[in-house]
């Protein structure tokens, strides 16, 4: 819900008890004019229209029936005026509800989304935890034959360097010599 439709709600409750405070207040006057007749009429014994004036008592009453029914008029459009605004009102506070409702819900799905988030995170990397286990396993292991075969490749290099490695062997020079030869001239 946004907050302009808060003022909004406010402002039709607002005038929505305006409304009814000025039916009543029609009400009312309507009643005290029932009974201000009433009283007249039943109270004057000789309250009886007079033949010479037949016409006037006949236009006030039809005044007074012309303000009776823009009265009734006013109450029947203050009425409706009142519906309709409950109406507003009841669907406003159905809206209000249901965002709640809503509000209150994604308040949840935010609080859980960490552990959501978690779990998946985890469901995920366990299958690259098991492959980083069997990888680290392997590593070792070619590690462990890699040592294998070079200890057994140096074993053998020394063996091989004691027993016999094919050298030339040259005939010991005579003390006088020297170990270059000088060419000679022919």
Same mark, same amino acid.
């Given at each position: 819900?946004?907050?302009?439709?808060?003022?909004?709600?406010?402002?039709?409750?607002?005038? #929505?008890?305006?409304? =009814?405070?000025? +039916?009543?207040?029609?009400?009312? +006057?309507?009643?005290? +004019?029932?009974?201000?007749?009433?009283?007249?009429?039943?109270?004057?014994?000789?309250?009886?229209?007079?033949?010479?004036?037949?016409?006037?008592?006949?236009?006030?009453?039809?005044?007074? =029936?012309?303000?009776?029914?823009?009265?009734?008029?006013?109450?029947?459009?203050?009425?409706?005026?009142?519906?309709?605004?409950?109406?507003?009102?009841?669907?406003?506070?159905?809206?209000?509800?249901?965002?709640?409702?809503?509000? *209150?819900?994604?308040?949840? #799905?935010?609080?859980?989304?960490?552990?959501?988030?978690? *779990?998946?995170?985890?469901?995920?990397?366990?299958?690259?935890?098991?492959?980083?286990?069997?990888?680290?396993?392997?590593?070792?292991?070619?590690?462990?034959?890699?040592?294998?075969?070079?200890?057994?490749?140096?074993?053998?290099?020394?063996?091989?360097?004691?027993?016999?490695?094919?050298?030339?062997?040259?005939?010991?020079?005579?003390?006088?010599?020297?170990?270059?030869?000088?060419?000679?001239?022919?």
């Amino acid at each position: 819900m946004s907050q302009s439709d808060t003022p909004n709600i406010q402002a039709l409750s607002t005038e #929505v008890s305006q409304l =009814r405070q000025e +039916l009543q207040l029609r009400d009312q +006057l309507v009643q005290q +004019l029932s009974q201000e007749l009433f009283r007249l009429v039943k109270g004057n014994t000789n309250f009886m229209p007079q033949r010479s004036e037949p016409e006037r008592d006949l236009s006030q009453f039809k005044a007074l =029936r012309e303000q009776l029914q823009a009265v009734e008029q006013q109450v029947t459009f203050y009425q409706e005026q009142i519906t309709v605004r409950d109406a507003e009102i009841y669907q406003l506070r159905q809206s209000v509800q249901e965002l709640t409702d809503r509000s *209150r819900m994604l308040e949840q #799905v935010v609080q859980e989304l960490p552990q959501i988030y978690r *779990r998946k995170f985890e469901e995920r990397m366990a299958p690259v935890r098991e492959k980083v286990t069997v990888l680290q396993r392997e590593n070792r292991q070619l590690q462990a034959e890699l040592q294998s075969v070079s200890y057994r490749l140096a074993v053998k290099t020394r063996h091989t360097t004691h027993s016999g490695i094919d050298l030339p062997n040259f005939p010991p020079m005579p003390s006088g010599q020297s170990n270059m030869s000088t060419p000679q001239n022919a």
